[in-house]
């Protein structure tokens, strides 16, 4: 197994789920979201062997160079721009969602400024090559890993979580789960979306031995983030909360030196996590976007980079005027229905790898 | 080209307005409020803050707080116009306690709780009790042992100073929680001044709005037992005329609920406590200690059994049996409607099990 791919995987799971997940699936508690968990993990354990398996067929290759194999210019630009512009518009949410948490409780900042800032950096990130990035990745999540599992063990093994709230709500485990939430608790899972530009640089072939293992440490910090939100405020109590995982965390002392509010590194933490997440979201969507030009275009650097960085400019104007324009309400509602529409892309993203997996097979042979 | 990056990259750095973040001396730390009812009926409110002046040296003797009140028709008013009083800007990041008066905690407290959870600057940590007769008395006494700007009552409050076996420590978070959840209630310490000390020996149980019932120190020391598995207390008794204290080291209680029989539910508590004797006169090492044990088993359980019911009569649920309830029966929403004719009927099986470890350094 390749460690870098295990780590795109992981990356993926942790940020969403620490910045968007918990508050969707806490607000669905009494209609089913730890069913949508199970059968969300389901379908992206199948999604993920599904696009490994078909990957392996193709050594070398991003989804750009597999498309320009099998359709005409026409279709291949137009799939090309809509997942890109699928891609990059998720990076985007999550910056847009931590500014407006970060904001919550660092009142002196506007939004607009944490979310400029923050793409300055994520852009320079993205517009790196494709090796920097990973191996940024790694080193990042060797930095925040570990503070997050401390924090998470100190909430665990806290005076304040109230087992017995935890265990009322197996009542409703096997509540049938709406498909907007199975389609928001698939996403910890999305992170194959990196495979497909990564798999340029290292091969995305995964021992079955690790399945297991990505399905132990993505649903693992999904599920402890739950379980502390609802044994630290009750089974009624979190849900009059905006940010549950967030206030939850905050009722914990952890005294370790110069925090006495454990919200703030574990802030820190996802900042680090975020920026790393967004870059190599819009990385991947950039190369996807970038896969539609001829290639004589993609070898010159100087007019590869200058579209880079007028994308990224072009989102960052659209992510501040969206976040500046619409309440957190608004945006909640308007994520739910985008994570829908991420579930299908992604579903025709895995059939069209998969379906020209086979047809390169059958040619073969 | 470089430099003409650098050049640009200057210049964003020089339309960023640079008063967002406000120094620390333009800041003065918030570290205990204090909600009362007024007097004034067009302003019920009454807020007090607790200032934290910054001082050079660390000094006991002298006073470093300030203490501001001011009536509101609402608490946010009167916060403003505490603002108005100050020369810096209040911070209420390292806000400690939280003191309700006894005049709110009788008529509601949803009000005041409402505001401290909603504002996301206070932290969800910090410690809640109920000041009487109300809270700016409790907030403008200053104790002498206080070496760092009000942080007495920190220290009492959350065991992280003193550990009492009267006090019954509070979060935020907590008293939030139990006022929400369905099958659990509400208790606060009870603050009260005692020249240049803080008297903190007795629990208030509230419902979900307002207090029921102020517990007297024996109760409140059986109901801390109950409330905590990790003992810090003593049990006083009498053998053969002499005063026999035992101090508990080890306890662990369990709450089982059963009712297969419709008529007749039945709560039953088992605490379980392993102490040393700390004090008695008489010689007792050679003696069957098995007498001594079962003495204070019987006294415990009548105390445990007189507090579990005097809850009961007032319909008060703070140790969460009713959440227990909900825990162990799988029928969803239903089980909150049984439980309420449930618990006025139920009956208390306490079971006692007290074991002497040993004797203490003399026989």
Redesign the interface.
């Known amino acids: 197994m390749n460690r870098y791919v295990f780590y795109v995987l992981w990356c993926d799971g942790i940020t969403i789920s620490g910045l968007l997940l918990y508050n969707l699936l806490l607000d669905e508690r009494f209609s089913g979201s730890i069913m949508a968990i199970v059968i969300s993990a389901l379908s992206g354990m199948i999604f993920l062997v599904t696009i490994t398996k078909s990957l392996g067929h193709f050594p070398k290759q991003g989804l750009p160079e597999i498309l320009r194999m099998f359709l005409p210019a026409g279709a291949r630009v137009s799939l090309l721009i809509f997942f890109s512009i699928m891609t990059i518009t998720k990076g985007c949410i999550m910056i847009g969602y931590a500014s407006s948490f970060f904001n919550?409780?660092l009142?002196?900042?506007?939004t607009i400024?944490i979310i400029a800032f923050m793409f300055i950096t994520v852009s320079w990130g993205a517009t790196r090559s494709s090796k920097t990035i990973l191996s940024t990745l790694e080193l990042v999540l060797f930095i925040c890993i570990p503070i997050m599992y401390y924090i998470l063990t100190k909430a665990v093994f806290s005076q304040?979580i109230?087992?017995?709230?935890i265990?009322?709500m197996?009542?409703?485990a096997f509540t049938w789960p709406k498909w907007e939430t199975i389609a928001a608790a698939n996403s910890v899972f999305s992170g194959f979306v990196g495979l497909i530009i990564f798999n340029r640089v290292v091969p995305s072939k995964i021992k079955w031995k690790f399945i297991p293992l990505l399905l132990i440490v993505n649903l693992h910090i999904l599920v402890t983030g739950l379980l502390i939100s609802i044994g630290?405020?009750?089974?009624?109590?979190v849900g009059?909360y905006i940010a549950p995982t967030y206030?939850?965390l905050?009722?914990?002392?952890i005294m370790s030196g110069l925090f006495?509010?454990t919200i703030m590194p574990y802030f820190l933490i996802i900042l680090f996590l975020l920026l790393i997440y967004a870059a190599v979201t819009i990385h991947v969507g950039l190369e996807l976007l970038k896969g539609c030009f001829s290639m004589k275009f993609q070898t010159n650097p100087r007019k590869e980079q200058l579209l880079s960085w007028i994308i990224c400019g072009l989102f960052t104007v659209i992510t501040m005027i969206y976040f500046n324009t619409f309440t957190l309400k608004q945006i909640k509602y308007h994520t739910v229905n985008w994570f829908e529409l991420r579930f299908y892309t992604e579903f025709l993203m895995v059939a069209l790898i998969a379906l020209f997996a086979v047809m390169k097979w059958k040619r073969r042979v | 080209m470089k430099t003409i990056y650098l050049l640009v990259l200057c210049f964003t750095m020089a339309i960023?307005s640079g008063c967002?973040?406000?120094d620390i001396d333009k800041r003065i730390f918030v570290i205990a409020i204090g909600v009362d009812k007024s007097d004034d009926i067009n302003n019920p409110y009454r807020v007090t803050l607790k200032l934290a002046l910054p001082t050079q040296k660390l000094d006991p003797s002298v006073n470093n707080t300030q203490i501001i009140s001011e009536n509101s028709k609402t608490i946010t008013g009167a916060i403003g116009r505490i603002t108005a009083k100050t020369s810096k800007d209040l911070n209420y990041?390292?806000l400690e306690a939280c003191v309700l008066g006894e005049s709110i905690v009788n008529e509601n407290i949803n009000e005041p709780l409402n505001w401290l959870?909603r504002r996301?600057?206070i932290?969800?940590?910090g410690m809640v009790a109920l000041g009487k007769p109300n809270a700016e008395t409790v907030l403008k006494m200053k104790p002498r042992s206080e070496n760092y700007s009000g942080n007495a009552l920190f220290l009492s409050l959350s065991e992280s100073g003193s550990i009492s076996s009267f006090t019954v420590p509070e979060?935020?978070?907590?008293f939030?929680?139990?006022?929400?959840?369905?099958g659990?209630d509400p208790y606060l310490p009870v603050i009260e001044t005692e020249n240049e000390v803080y008297k903190i020996d007795t629990a208030a149980l509230l419902d979900k709005q307002k207090l029921k019932v102020i517990l007297t120190p024996d109760e409140t020391r059986v109901f801390k037992e109950l409330l905590q598995s990790y003992p810090h207390f003593e049990i006083t008794t009498k053998m053969v005329d002499q005063p026999f204290v035992l101090t508990i080291e080890q306890l662990k209680s369990r709450y089982t609920i059963y009712t297969h029989n419709k008529n007749k539910p039945i709560i039953h508590v088992t605490v379980q406590m392993r102490g040393i004797v700390e004090e008695f006169v008489n010689q007792l090492y050679e003696e069957n200690w098995t007498k001594f044990e079962k003495h204070v088993e019987q006294e415990e359980k009548t105390k445990i059994s007189s507090l579990l019911k005097k809850l009961q009569k007032n319909g008060i649920d703070p140790f969460?049996f009713g959440?227990?309830y909900?825990?162990?029966?799988?029928?969803?929403d239903k089980?909150w409607e049984q439980w309420q004719s449930i618990y006025p009927e139920a009956i208390f099986d306490v079971n006692v099990k007290v074991s002497i470890l040993g004797t203490g350094a003399i026989k």
């Open positions: 919550l409780y009142i002196d900042v506007k400024t304040g109230e087992w017995n709230s265990k009322a197996a009542d409703y630290i405020h009750g089974t009624y109590g009059n206030s939850a905050d009722s914990i002392g006495s509010r | 960023q967002a973040f406000k990041g390292l959870s996301f600057d932290p969800m940590e979060h935020l978070y907590d939030y929680r139990r006022t929400t959840e369905k659990v969460g959440l227990l909900r825990a162990t029966r799988h029928e969803g089980e």
